[in-house]
């Protein structure tokens, strides 16, 4: 699967943005889906997660409250809501896909194999 993310940009502190990724090549909703960030000097983590149905969802304590990952099947595309944004978001945000049969989100990053090529996100104070 491929993976083609958008929606970053420059926006002032407690703005919002809404990241999409969207996904050709295989059947999407095989997949469980998650969004990645990597900040300047820091090591990539897992912000949130979502099963191939979209009913079950997972948190980075960070942004939880604050984020909403969602899904549509029938465009092939994963989103990322980011309300209240805080400078310490400013980060390249990826998404990621892993091919399962269940309908589990997981927040293991060894488990994702595609990947998309980043937006950056810039949230200044």
């Known amino acids: 699967v491929q993976l083609q993310a958008s929606g970053g940009g420059l926006v002032q502190a407690g703005g919002s943005l809404r990241l999409s990724c969207i996904a050709s090549?295989?059947?999407?909703?095989?997949?469980?889906m998650g969004w990645f960030r990597q900040a300047p000097g820091k090591e990539r983590e897992i912000v949130t997660a979502i099963s191939r149905s979209g009913g079950y969802t997972l948190y980075a304590d960070s942004v939880k409250g604050r984020f909403t990952i969602s899904r549509d099947n029938a465009k092939n595309t994963v989103y990322l809501q980011m309300n209240s944004l805080k400078p310490e978001d400013t980060a390249v945000y990826y998404c990621a896909a892993d091919w399962v049969t269940a309908d589990r989100a997981t927040m293991t990053s060894t488990h994702y194999d595609y990947w998309g090529q980043g937006t950056l996100v810039t949230v200044s104070s």
């Open positions: 090549g295989r059947t999407f909703s095989n997949y469980r």
